[in-house]
Each structure stands twice: as C-alpha cells, then as structure tokens.
T-cell receptor, first 115, second 110 residues
Framework: ETGVTQTPRHLVMGMTNKKSLKCEQH?????MYWYKQSAKKPLELMFV???????ENNSVPSRFSPECPNSSHLFLHLHTLQPEDSALYLC??????????????FGAGTRLSVL | GQQVMQIPQYQHVQEGEDFTTYCNSS?????IQWYKQRPGGHPVFLIQ???SGEVKKQKRLTFQFGEAKKNSSLHITATQTTDVGTYFC??????????WGAGTKLIIKP
C-alpha cells in the first residue's frame, strides 16, 4: 500500500462513453500527477498539479480533462476516446519539491481499454 | 528539452548472472532517482542519489551517480527471479516534474 489509491482498477469503455478516473492520496503531499503508460512510451507525463494549480499540460488531447479539487484528490475525465488511448493510467504524488526532489509515490493504476 | 537516456531497453540474463542499466542526462542533475516496476505493477521508488560520485548499496543492488552528475548506473549482482521487472531512472525537471528514462526490462532466461 503506497498511500495512493486509484479507482477503478480496470475500465472498458466505448468511444462515445464518458468516464472518470479517480486518484486519492493519503500522504499529505502537495503535488499530483497523471501518467500514461503504454508499450510505445513507458512513462508519459500528462498533467501536473501543485497545490491544486495545474503547472504542466504536456500537449494532451482535449478528450482528457483533469480536475484537482484539493491537494488530496485528482480526477481524469475521459470522453470520446480513441482505441490508441488504451493504456495503463497512473497517478502519483510527491512532496519534496522544495528540495527539487520530487520523489513520487504511485497508485496501482487504472487499466483502460477503449473499444 | 531536457532528456534522460537509458540503456539497454532489455536485458536477458540467466539467474545468477549480473545486470546493469545506465542513464545519461542531457543536463546536470541535482539528484537522480531509481524506481522498479514489477510485471503488472506500478513504479516503486528505490533510492535517490544526490552527491557527485555517490555510491549506495541495497543488498545486491549498487547505485552510482557520476562525478559530473549527468550519469548514473544500477548494478545487480547475482540476479534472482524476484529482480524481474523494469528499472527506471529519473531526474528533476521544471514545474515539479521528473524526467524519466525509458526503462530497462530485466528478463530472466528460463
């Protein structure tokens, strides 16, 4: 148990569906991250939030929409996805940014399949 | 932009043989971190190196940080089946993010 919980663990959705991924961290961290992991790109950063403010958006398509209501919760809203979006979506949190450490603690991930 | 290159992409070893993965950064790093991801799992933090020339050991794992703080290596002595997985290095970038290597997958030959 890393202190970062992701739900659901598995998700199958059609291209016209709307779904959301949820991440919750119990570590008191200030920064939260969404990553996409696939065979093509092992760890692809999507979004970074620090103190609820988005600090990075790595040219992610608008069909992925993040939401960070507080420092403990992070959502990824999905709509009109494509089959190539099938991947493992990982959430992570970190605290030591003031020392430029950014050691990250990952959740177990959501395995997403888009049909 | 800042990049971290990691090689090899895969390494097949017999159980009991040694394993090494190497990372090279395009810029000087304040620190470098190593993570392990077991098959079907998620990345788990192993260690952080901060000082130039630093060497740290965790049982059969030896981590090194280069003198110029631009390269690093992980060496595993006498691999065991429990070592199977993908090993990632990562260094701090801007905006609270880590710049990740592509990972080296350790495969034990049957």
């Amino acid at each position: 148990e890393t202190g970062v919980t992701q739900t659901p663990r598995h998700l199958v959705m059609g291209m016209t569906n709307k779904k959301s991924l949820k991440c919750e961290q119990h570590l008191g961290h200030n920064a939260m991250y969404w990553y996409k992991q696939s065979a093509k790109k092992p760890l692809e950063l999507m979004f970074v939030y620090n103190f609820k403010e988005q600090t990075e958006n790595n040219s992610v398509p608008s069909r992925f929409s993040p939401e960070c209501p507080n420092s403990s919760h992070l959502f990824l809203h999905l709509h009109t996805l494509q089959p190539e979006d099938s991947a493992l979506y990982l959430c992570a949190s970190s605290q030591d940014w003031s020392r430029e450490s950014y050691i990250q603690y990952f959740g177990a991930g959501t395995r997403l399949s888009v049909l | 932009g800042q990049q971290v290159m990691q090689i090899p992409q895969y390494q097949h070893v017999q159980e009991g043989e040694d394993f090494t993965t190497y990372c090279n950064s395009s810029t000087t790093l304040s620190n470098i971190q190593w993570y392990k991801q077991r098959p079907g799992g998620h990345p788990v933090f192993l260690i952080q190196l901060v000082k130039s020339g630093e060497v740290k050991k965790q049982k059969r794992l030896t981590f090194q940080f280069g003198e110029a703080k631009k390269n690093s290596s992980l060496h595993i002595t006498a691999t065991q089946t429990t070592d199977v997985g993908t090993y990632f290095c990562a260094g701090p970038g801007s905006n609270y993010q880590l710049i990740w290597g592509a990972g080296t997958k350790l495969i034990i030959k049957p």
